[in-house]
């Protein structure tokens, strides 16, 4: 038993040590020595913009002036704003732009059904898909439609840059944010990423298909069916969004659905976990390894009180140290020289809660594990 215990802690130990440092590592390698370039070359397409939103007052008008100046040929472009059940304002800001919009209201019934009928009112070439509350730059349409000259891309997604947080712990999640960027700016280098960005990617019309309602990840989803055709999803990071520094709470909230959607995401494609997912070990090191992240930290919590000494000392210490950095960094004051260690381990162990509870969308309706992302006030932005 005790023998077995020692293993199960090597087992734990050795996953987490993999997932955080090793596949990064493994990635950068492949990255270097298997790169495959995107040709890029701007050749105009029609493109249709799909904008859903629900009560989204706060955001609409800019977002919506932000879309008419794109600097993109205007004849080509057409923009579709849904309406999910809003109660606020919504309707009222998007029917002041008639005639250079189209507009449709559906009854609340999620994002999923919201982009499902703005693609049966879509004309254009491409998609381009994007969120009411991110500022775009002028000339990310046109990036991303270059990266479409290369007859192997499918799906093109932008970059999302955090603005600097003005507290250390908006600073630690955007610190996380950034690792998660080179990331897939790597697998993007190999072949793909295993989904777009949510409020900035494009892809071919003729590649979407219809989202199951309850779908909690359609930045997934559409990706995966361009994937599973054999075309490319990449990351083209000189297509930029911008959006405000979250706080902790709201990004716990952010990643139970986000991972919870990963969940969704392996049960409507099953293939993820087989032999015709040509980025396997991407998906099972970045996407699946995330999901059981959190149970390997359990086990090597556990377990290390049944090593042999002096590791289980040391075992013991060095996890006691950490998640006490993260308790007490609810106390430790924003300008004390800590704030920054503390405030980076108290982001890991609340985003690896979120993990855990993501698995209540086993068990729980989608539309329940849903929240708006709650966001410092564009007034308040450094």
């Excluded at 596949?23 to 913009?49: C, D, G, H, M, N």
């Excluded at 009854?107 to 775009?136: H, W, Y």
């Excluded at 139970?256 to 396997?280: C, D, S």
Aim: aromatic content about 10%; some cysteine; overall charge neutral.
């Amino acid at each position: 038993m005790h023998g077995a215990l020692t293993v199960a802690f090597l087992i734990g130990a050795g996953f987490v040590a993999y997932t955080l440092a090793g596949y990064p590592i493994l990635l950068a390698a492949a990255a270097r020595f298997r790169s495959q370039p995107v040709e890029k070359r701007f050749e105009p397409k029609t493109v249709t913009v799909l904008l859903p939103v629900r009560n989204g007052e706060r955001w609409l008008r800019a977002k919506l002036e932000a879309l008419l100046a794109l600097r993109y040929p205007s004849e080509l472009i057409e923009i579709v704003v849904i309406s999910d059940g809003s109660t606020d304002g919504t309707d009222d800001i998007a029917c002041q732009y008639a005639g250079r919009i189209e507009f449709l209201r559906i009854p609340g019934g999620g994002k999923a059904m919201a982009l499902n009928a703005g693609l049966e009112r879509a004309r254009g070439e491409i998609l381009f898909f994007t969120d009411v509350r991110q500022p775009l730059d002028p000339d990310c349409l046109k990036h991303l439609v270059a990266c479409f000259a290369d007859p192997s891309v499918g799906v093109v997604s932008g970059e999302l840059v955090i603005r600097e947080g003005l507290t250390h712990e908006e600073a630690s999640v955007g610190l996380y944010w950034k690792y998660e960027k080179w990331l897939r700016k790597l697998e993007s280098r190999v072949d793909s990423v295993m989904g777009a960005t949510g409020c900035i990617y494009a892809m071919r019309r003729k590649l979407a298909a219809p989202l199951p309602p309850g779908t909690l990840v359609d930045d997934m989803y559409l990706p995966l069916t361009a994937f599973f055709n054999g075309y490319r999803v990449i990351l083209e990071d000189s297509a930029m969004a911008f959006d405000y520094p979250t706080a902790l709470d709201a990004e716990f909230r952010r990643k139970v659905r986000t991972q919870a959607g990963v969940y969704q995401i392996i049960g409507l494609f099953p293939q993820l976990l087989t032999p015709r997912n040509r980025m396997w070990l991407a998906f099972d090191s970045h996407k699946l390894a995330r999901l059981f992240l959190p149970f390997a930290l359990l086990v090597t919590a556990v377990t290390s009180f049944y090593l042999d000494d002096p590791w289980r000392g040391i075992a013991i210490a060095a996890q006691a140290a950490f998640y006490a950095a993260a308790l007490l960094d609810l106390w430790v004051p924003d300008g004390a020289a800590i704030k920054r260690l503390s405030a980076t381990a108290r982001s890991f162990v609340v985003l690896m809660a979120a993990a855990l509870c993501a698995a209540l969308v086993l068990v729980r309706p989608p539309g329940e594990i849903w929240k708006e992302t709650e966001v410092r006030p564009a007034d308040r932005l450094p």
